[in-house]
């Protein structure tokens, strides 16, 4: 590794929209730890990148543990020194239907720990790591259902009620704005990104997006400029509303 190459960790990136995130910071030269569960899916998806001139590495990493957390951190330094840009991508669903006079609690609380608190876990655990690159960039991937203005915008076609999925987007959004400020005055900008409504595993492939479109904004918020914005929350049309 040359001392100019820039390295990225990408939670959840076995599939879908994680993949295409780290496909698309190793097209412009960098080199991306694929962050996931599953050794096969994981190892897979390294090979994959690989094939297509990928400068890709394996990290185990269950948002939900901390130890797994720990491990990944220590893997990275190991291999890399440093991180230029974490991209918080793992979530889940917590299946549907979700109506809040139905939804089970537990699956509430398993929303958060992964979608919220897994973020939280794995970005204090990159934050040194991060500190040591000239241009650290954080993006955590919200939706555009964590919006509470359109969540209640007359009209708005939100999809399906989701006690657990969408206010944990709403909370997440919340939790970054809260870095956002802590970090205020460092070099590490921290930003959410809304990849769209995109056909992967998450929705039953139901989406009229591919994960390679809704990529896209992680990716350029991933590589900002150091003047670029933060705290803020993007799609591909720009900012999204609270």
Not at 93 to 104: I, L, R
Not at 187 to 212: E, K, M, V, W
Request: hydrophobic content about 40%; glycine content about 12%; overall charge negative.
């Amino acid at each position: 590794m040359t001392e100019q190459q820039k390295t990225a960790l990408v939670t959840g990136a076995n599939k879908g929209i994680g993949y295409e995130v780290a496909a698309g910071l190793g097209a412009l030269g960098w080199r991306v730890g694929v962050g996931a569960r599953d050794e096969e899916r994981r190892e897979t998806a390294v090979a994959k990148l690989r094939a297509a001139g990928v400068d890709a590495f394996g990290v185990p990493l269950d948002v939900t543990d901390d130890a797994s957390v720990q491990a990944a951190a220590a893997l990275v330094e190991g291999r890399a020194g440093h991180l230029d840009a974490l991209v918080n991508n793992a979530g889940i669903t917590g299946g549907m239907a979700q109506t809040p006079t139905t939804a089970d609690v537990a699956t509430v609380r398993e929303a958060v720990e992964t979608n919220v608190i897994g973020v939280i876990r794995v970005t204090n655990a990159m934050l040194p790591l991060l500190r040591r690159s000239p241009s650290p960039r954080i993006v955590n991937v919200s939706s555009s259902v964590g919006s509470l203005t359109r969540q209640t915008a007359p009209g708005a076609e939100m999809g399906p009620i989701a006690l657990a999925y969408s206010p944990s987007k709403t909370f997440l959004n919340g939790v970054t704005v809260q870095y956002a400020r802590e970090l205020h005055g460092t070099n590490i900008l921290i930003n959410l990104a809304c990849p769209g409504y995109c056909a992967t595993d998450l929705n039953g492939f139901q989406g009229h997006r591919t994960p390679q479109q809704g990529a896209a904004t992680a990716i350029r918020l991933a590589t900002l400029p150091d003047d670029g914005p933060t705290g803020r929350f993007f799609d591909d049309d720009g900012e999204v509303p609270w």
